[in-house]
């Protein structure tokens, strides 16, 4: 009796020495490259020709709206649209409507109504949405890592943005993680099915998200992102963007060209290109109207769309994150493994700007 005790306690204790080893073998990072700080002061701005750079600064009601030309040094240099178009308007997707995209170009050669701000007294750049909709496996290499080769996804987000130097509340999230993406704005409200519009905002993203409470309510006998997803990436704070939104003249052109880069405490953890996205804008607006109802967010039927058969102005269509999120099948039961009180996340990426978020209780 006592020898099978000692038999069953040592192959216990093997067994979770071998579960531990592969939870930390599959969580290493896939890059060895650390941050070098001097690169989140100046970030490429694209020229006016190729594609419009907004930033807001002040709090309502007293917000001005600038045109960004420069962003060096942690300041962003501009023109203050609200002084040079005489306007109280301080939302960029209105004044975007209202005065187009030719209008708003040639006020970059304003040189009197030009300022400089620190890029610390940013805000959300535009007037976003708590209702949004997220992108699940559009990289192949994240898909891979999951261990869910599938086609990719959409399900609704419930997270009103937050600005990109915000903490990240941990709270009673066991498994907290980050997701770098290319956020996808409605400039209009876009009913479907619909020709794709002529473009579309771009924003830099960290969808966070609780991987416990998206397993936890995981139902596999329903189709994908139906279930659990809702509930893992919806909660105040959990969807820091960055201080810049971006109109292109060619979208489909100017998207592909993006890079995203995500550090934990300095060390690379994502990389990669948003051309190798396996869904572009149309085909997540496709997706959009073609499920729109279906999907559960605690004991609710909810629907993607915040408004009938419409997409508001404001929505953020996120549209996936690469690999090297902190999730893995055989890590999920590890916490130490997942964002912790005292980490920072830093995302960056040219033409759109630098997220900082600071983990805390």
Not at 35 to 48: F, K, Q, S
Not at 74 to 91: M, S, W, Y
Not at 174 to 188: C, I, N, Q, T
Not at 242 to 264: A, S
Request: glycine residues 8%; hydrophobic residues 45%.
């Amino acid at each position: 009796m006592k020898k099978t005790i000692v038999w069953i306690f040592g192959t216990f204790s093997l067994l979770l020495a071998a579960a531990l080893v592969l939870s930390v073998y599959v969580s290493r990072p896939a890059f060895d490259e650390t941050l070098n700080p001097t690169t989140l002061d100046t970030i490429e701005i694209a020229a006016p020709e190729e594609a419009l750079t907004f930033a807001r600064v002040g709090v309502e009601p007293q917000r001005r709206v600038l045109l960004v030309t420069q962003y060096r040094d942690g300041k962003v240099i501009g023109v203050d649209l609200n002084q040079r178009l005489k306007t109280a308007e301080d939302n960029p997707l209105a004044l975007f409507r209202q005065f187009g995209y030719a209008a708003l170009r040639d006020a970059t050669t304003s040189v009197a109504d030009t300022v400089a701000v620190s890029v610390t007294a940013l805000d959300v750049p535009f007037d976003a949405r708590e209702q949004n909709i997220g992108v699940g496996l559009s990289y192949a290499e994240h898909a891979r890592e999951s261990n869910l080769e599938q086609p990719p996804f959409l399900f609704p987000k419930f997270a009103l943005p937050t600005r990109a130097t915000s903490t990240l509340a941990k709270q009673n999230s066991a498994r907290l993680d980050y997701e770098a993406e290319l956020g996808f704005v409605a400039l209009e409200d876009l009913s479907g099915p619909a020709p794709m519009p002529p473009t579309m905002g771009l924003v830099l993203c960290n969808e966070a998200t609780d991987r416990w409470a998206l397993v936890r309510n995981f139902e596999r006998s329903q189709p994908m992102g139906t279930t659990g997803f809702a509930d893992g990436k919806s909660r105040a704070g959990f969807a820091p963007i960055g201080p810049l939104m971006v109109i292109p003249r060619n979208l489909e052109m100017f998207y592909r060209g993006i890079e995203l880069r995500l550090y934990l405490n300095g060390r690379l953890r994502q990389k990669e290109k948003t051309v190798a996205m396996r869904w572009g804008p149309g085909d997540i607006l496709r997706e959009v109207f073609r499920r729109p109802d279906g999907y559960r967010y605690g004991a609710s039927n909810v629907s993607l769309l915040a408004a009938g058969a419409v997409i508001p102005s404001g929505t953020i269509l996120f549209s996936g994150t690469p690999a090297g999120v902190l999730f893995r099948p055989h890590n999920v039961w590890n916490p130490w493994h997942y964002l912790r009180p005292g980490d920072e996340v830093v995302i960056r990426s040219d033409m759109l700007g630098v997220i900082r978020n600071r983990i805390v209780e």
